[in-house]
């Protein structure tokens, strides 16, 4: 018998411990390297954001993924690692881990990132020299400790940007989780002990995700939220205090404002290895973050590639694991049904070993679906519902206003010589309208041409918009922000400026805008089984007229990025988020292809049908459609039966069933409690 294939992983964090899991279920051995003596990396430091209600935080998932790793059979975990050399041909690679030496058929790099150096990047913010300046993450260790309530800073500042989106220090880049991050451990503060007095200062607030919107708004009223970085941060004369000195962007004035505390929102710098990087052939971009190896079956994935959230991460882990089972040949991947039409989504399946059915429905579960086109049924191994933007309905804009997303509006305001594009004033926070803004204004490039772009926020956080907003700004475009909506005329705009505080008039030639987008006519999608049999349609009509706003994936980390409560179906596109940008919306696509590249491993559910009582408990639980009614002809009544292609392993129906008539091939009810227990605890 064949030897079975060893693949390396270089890095346990959120990407190298879902890469290794991937790579696991995929059917090869995997040898998981760490350089700490730990498991999880950064993210295992940060912890539940919860409120009376999950934040999407994402923190338990490297909890979760740290023991399924531990207890998983093909999974060999080896940490204070090395990695000195590897040798060998193309097909007969070598890894040198110290004086071990390890064949590999392949080797993911995930080692992650590390916090900026505010210390000596950036002094005047006084951490290591001020009392009372720390970083997040050490407010969030006594948060979760429990003794930052013991004794609690009567006020409490909020500082982000620390090492980032600053061309000064060399880092004129979005770390694009530190905003987000912030808010949801002040939310979360302010839940436990909101006698304590928070403000939090921002240059412009950036999303990673959906929901932005009412994040901003709930710590809207609980905090302060100051557009103004500091220029400084010093030591209360006399006192023990710091110091916030800054200028208000909005208003233009300056301020001192003594804290009893001030939290820096560290960015995320490129990690430095100067040796695994010669061994690999590894390339950096610009900002020493790595875009590539020279090396066979060398692949990256997570935040070492460039800063991205634990959720990012961890998808990007399974991506990288999807492609090396691709390349290694493990695995043999079928049919997938694309319904709604995505040529792009079609090529990708296609690159990635898939073929795509172009599909108006789907049937089935899990393991047995059945796509329906119109010549014929199809099965396949899931589904990909597709939203294209271009399908949405666009909300009405005020008058004189073009839609920044159709073709003739942006067409017209690429030749008008004076043009406004307008932001996120008549619409949930979108960070494709930003990216559309500021490659228009890119765009305009007329001797005579003038733009303006205004909105509340600017939108950087991918890489390369930083770069292009400065591009923009440095060949004229002036980018005004507003609290509110200007007033809107033919070719006139009325706006308080806020630095001046006078009311001002801007006369142009052109005004466009990003509209709120929503459903068609028509474009419906029910995820839940139970109320269509296990049928999931989009772009026909349901009886209950749901709209698809309602009907969204329900936020869940545990979701991901394109997952549904339907095993084997996902979402992506406008359906998944109406906001999201291109990079966003690309990670979703391929997020959802790895996932169906491999089965789900960890043993099925059975039901003992001497004990069910077909209470139909399991049946109503069941997102999967797993469970279902059969007739047992020597008890000559129905029992339940779960399907073993349908069932996922999640051990939900063990835990519920009444009668204990469920089992589980790997987990008892006890050991699924405590589980529960323990995540719930953390």
């Known amino acids: ?31 998981l390297l760490d350089a700490e003596d730990r498991l999880g990396g950064s993210p295992f430091e940060f912890g539940c954001k919860a409120t009376d209600r999950c934040a999407n935080c994402y923190a338990c ?4 993924q740290i023991r399924d790793v531990q207890t998983h059979e093909s999974i060999e975990v080896v940490t204070a690692a090395r990695v000195t050399d590897l040798t060998g041909p193309p097909d007969g690679r070598v890894l040198h881990i110290g004086d071990r030496q390890e064949p590999v058929s392949g080797v993911i790099v995930a080692t992650g990132y590390r916090l900026a150096e505010v210390e000596t990047a950036r002094p005047d913010y006084g951490l290591g020299a001020v009392p009372g300046v720390g970083t997040a993450l050490e407010l969030e260790k006594r948060f979760r400790s429990g003794s930052l309530g013991d004794s609690p800073p009567r006020t409490l500042a909020f500082v982000q940007c620390a090492g980032s989106r600053d061309s000064a220090i060399g880092r004129d880049y979005c770390s694009r989780v530190c905003c987000t991050y912030a808010l949801r451990l002040a939310r979360a503060i302010h839940h436990r002990i909101p006698e304590i007095e928070m403000t939090l200062f921002y240059q412009d607030l950036t999303p990673a995700g959906a929901g932005f919107d009412a994040l901003v708004a709930e710590c809207e009223s609980i905090m302060a939220l100051r557009r103004g970085l500091p220029a400084k941060v010093y030591q209360e ?115 990635e070993g898939f073929e795509p059915v172009r599909a108006r429905a789907m049937s089935g579960v899990a393991g047995a679906f059945i796509a329906e086109t119109d010549e014929a049924a199809v099965p396949v191994v899931g589904g990909i519902f597709v939203g294209r933007r271009a399908d949405a309905e666009e909300e009405p804009l005020p008058p004189h206003v073009r839609s920044l997303y159709s073709k003739s509006g942006y067409g017209k305001a690429q030749s008008a010589r004076r043009v406004a594009i307008l932001l996120d004033f008549w619409a949930p926070y ?122 969204q994936p329900p936020s869940n980390p545990h979701l991901g990025l394109s997952g549904t409560p339907r095993e084997g179906i996902h979402v992506i596109g406008w359906l998944r988020d109406p906001g999201a940008s291109r990079e966003a919306a690309r990670r979703a696509e391929a997020a959802a292809l790895a996932d169906l590249a491999t089965p789900r491993q960890g043993g099925r559910a059975e039901v003992d049908p001497a004990k069910c009582a077909i209470c139909l408990t399991c049946i109503r639980a069941c997102p999967h459609s797993a469970p279902v009614a059969i007739y047992d002809e020597e008890r000559e009544r129905d029992v339940s039966f779960i399907q073993p292609e349908a069932c996922v392993s999640c051990g939900l129906c063990v835990s519920l069933c009444p009668a204990s008539a469920i089992s589980h091939s790997n987990h008892s009810d006890e050991s699924i409690a405590r589980n529960l227990e323990e995540l719930h605890a953390e």
């Not at 404002?257 to 490129?270: I, K, N, R």
């Not at 590894?282 to 959720?311: N, T, W």
Request: with cysteine; charged share 25%.
């Open 430 to 551: 979108s960070r494709i309208a930003h990216e559309k803004a500021l490659e228009l204004a890119a765009s305009r490039t007329g001797e005579k041409q003038r733009t303006w772009i205004l909105c509340r926020h600017a939108f950087t956080g991918e890489q390369g918009l930083e770069a292009l907003m400065t591009q923009v700004r440095e060949s004229g475009t002036a980018i005004i922000h507003l609290p509110e909506a200007p007033e809107v005329e033919s070719g006139l705009l009325t706006y308080v400026d806020p630095g001046m505080g006078k009311r001002q008039e801007l006369k142009v030639d052109l005004i466009v805008a990003a509209p709120s987008l929503g459903p068609t006519s028509g474009q419906l999608l029910d995820l839940d089984a139970h109320h269509l049999n296990g049928r999931a349609r989009l772009g026909a009509a349901h009886p209950t007229e749901t709209p698809v706003e309602e009907l």
């Open 61 to 64: 998932l490297t909890l979760q």
């Open 237 to 351: 004369p006399g006192g023990a205090r710091p110091i916030v000195c800054r200028a208000d962007t909005l208003t233009g004035r300056i301020s001192e404002e003594p804290y009893d505390e001030v939290a820096l929102s560290v960015g995320l710098w490129a990690r430095e290895d100067p040796e695994l990087e010669s061994v690999l052939g590894l390339a950096k971009d610009e900002h020493g973050f790595y875009e590539g190896s020279s090396q066979h079956r060398v692949l990256l994935a997570g935040a070492c590639r460039g800063p991205m959230s634990i959720g990012e991460a961890s998808e990007d882990g399974r991506v990288a694991a999807a492609e090396l089972l691709r390349r290694v040949g493990t695995t043999v991947r079928g049919a997938v049904a694309i319904i709604g039409e995505d040529e792009h989504a079609e090529a990708v399946a296609r690159r």
């Open 1 to 31: 018998m064949a030897e079975i294939p060893r693949a390396a992983v270089i890095g346990a964090g959120p990407a190298g411990l879902a890469a290794a899991l991937k790579l696991a279920d995929g059917g090869l051995r995997v040898l």
